[in-house]
């Protein structure tokens, strides 16, 4: 039963009480009105959701009511119905604002129906406007939305290092949001007037990585037809985010730790050093001791960049928040001044249900392919195109092995997969993945040992944390 009020209004009594007592089974808040003037007094007293008028009255008509309504309380929905239904008068109602138009004579169960669908689009707007206040208020940080509380040690965190100039890692997979995390540190910092510059070392070819980041003087190398600053200085005073730093060469990220302990870059072609004052944020999608396992990061430009770690869980962790976040994004592909788009309670269970490996990126993308997708405004099941990133079964090579081996491939690629996540979900502590597997460290062991992930891959991790401190972990916040 809504809790909206309705108004009818006819000069006819009998047809007018008739029509309320149909509508209770909608709403037990409905007012009646005999003419327009009527109406408006009542409006005036209580606004109503819903008015539903005849056209043809004495005095004032329905469509002078209804723009008076539309202009006076625009939120209202105006349903208009008359004896006298014509195309013309039907399309100069809608034009006017009319939610819609009904024919006299018509049953009960058309009446009905209408009103329904004028009371379902004001129960979208009210939850959009209740969304759009939760996520400015208690979900809201920054542009991080969260409904989660294991989200809190992750908001603790950055709220206590944003007042520092201390270098920052951000550990999380593809997807999570770091650089709206980096963001967020840099918005909360004295720095947030500013510059925030962001440098993606995967997407930048090395030779041109050093040029890109610590400037060079024209004609230091072919192509170098001008002076170029470089991210640092464009950067000074404010952040500099690194993300996937590991991505850098060798030699780059030696070049990258003397900037970090002098406080200066050497562009190239220069023979002096230029001073920069900027906060460094670096970002990975990879266990950072797992590069240095394999040397793809430095050690020492490890603890240099790690000295406060955030480590950002991934959306399968956060199930929570996957509703938020999916009406977060519908909401802003809907242009304005059109009707909004829904999910239905079978499209949210489909999304809830799905474990997320591309994260938030990845539901951001699903949701605007349904968007596109559906037909109507409210998203079903059946829009929800999601890719299947599970393992694929199928066996390497051979497409026609025997029944047992094809098994015993596919076993062993789902184990694989299962323990290299859940070692990286251990910080490579092999005792505590086999507590979150719920199996004994020792059949953890054998089982890494036969996967060819030896107990030595995973022995950095395993009994020695590095001495640095993690300011968010996957752990639940206490209430």
């Known amino acids: 039963m809504s809790h909206h009020r309705l108004l009818v209004v006819d000069d006819n009594r009998d047809l007018a009480q008739g029509v309320a007592l149909i509508l209770r089974k909608l709403s037990d808040h409905i007012a009646v009105a005999y003419s327009a003037e009527e109406a408006l007094e009542l409006i005036e007293q209580r606004p109503v959701d819903v008015v539903l008028s005849d056209i043809k009255m004495p005095g004032r008509e329905g469509t002078s009511l209804l723009d008076c ?7 209202t929905r105006v349903i208009l119905f008359t004896g006298y239904g014509s195309i013309e008068s039907s399309v100069d109602a809608m034009k006017r604002g009319a939610f819609d138009y009904l024919t006299k004579p018509f049953d009960n169960d058309e009446l009905l129906v209408v009103t329904r ?9 009210e939850e959009i406007a209740r969304l759009r206040a939760e996520l400015r208020g208690t979900y809201g940080f920054h542009g991080i939305y969260s409904r989660d509380r294991r989200m809190l040690p992750l908001f603790d965190a950055i709220r206590r290092v944003a007042p520092t100039n201390t270098t920052v890692l951000i550990c999380g997979e593809s997807g999570t949001g770091k650089e709206l995390i980096a963001r967020a540190i840099h918005a909360e910092s004295q720095r947030s007037g500013a510059p925030f510059v962001a440098f993606n070392a995967a997407a930048v070819p090395e030779t041109l990585a050093e040029a890109e980041l610590f400037g060079c003087k024209k004609g230091a190398y072919t192509g170098a037809d001008r002076d170029r600053k470089g991210l640092f200085l464009e950067a000074h005073g404010g952040t500099l985010l690194m993300d ?12 990258l730790l003397r900037a970090l302990q002098e406080r200066e870059v050497l562009p190239l072609g220069s023979g002096s050093s230029v001073r920069i004052d900027v906060r460094v944020i670096a970002a990975t999608n990879v266990d950072p001791r797992r590069l240095v396992r394999e040397e793809k990061l430095r050690r020492d430009l490890y603890y240099r960049l790690s000295v ?21 994004f519908l909401e802003r592909l809907v242009p304005e001044g059109q009707p909004s788009k829904s999910l239905s309670p079978r499209a949210l269970r489909l999304l809830i249900s799905h474990d997320w490996p591309g994260n938030v990126r990845e539901l951001q993308n699903v949701i605007e392919r349904a968007a596109l997708i559906a037909r109507t405004n409210e998203i079903g099941p059946g829009d929800i195109v999601i890719e299947d990133d599970d393992l694929d079964w199928r066996p390497e090579g051979e497409e026609s092995l025997a029944y047992e081996e094809a098994k015993r491939q596919a076993i062993e690629r789902f184990q694989r997969r299962y323990v290299e996540q859940l070692m990286e979900q251990a910080d490579g502590n092999v005792s505590a993945a086999a507590r979150k597997a719920g199996m004994t460290r020792a059949a953890l062991h054998r089982i890494l040992k036969r996967l060819g992930l030896t107990s030595e891959d995973a022995a950095l991790g395993d009994d020695e944390n590095l001495g640095l401190p993690s300011l968010a ?4 916040a206490q209430s």
């Open 244 to 255: 996937e730093v590991s991505s850098m060469p060798a030699g780059l990220q030696g070049k």
């Open 308 to 328: 406060m770690r955030i480590n950002v869980p991934p959306l399968r962790e956060l199930v929570e928040n996957i509703p938020l976040l999916a009406n977060l």
């Open 117 to 125: 669908r004028a009371l379902k689009e004001i129960e979208d707007e």
């Open 473 to 476: 972990s996957d752990r639940p």
């Open 69 to 75: 309504v539309h202009e006076r309380w625009p939120d």
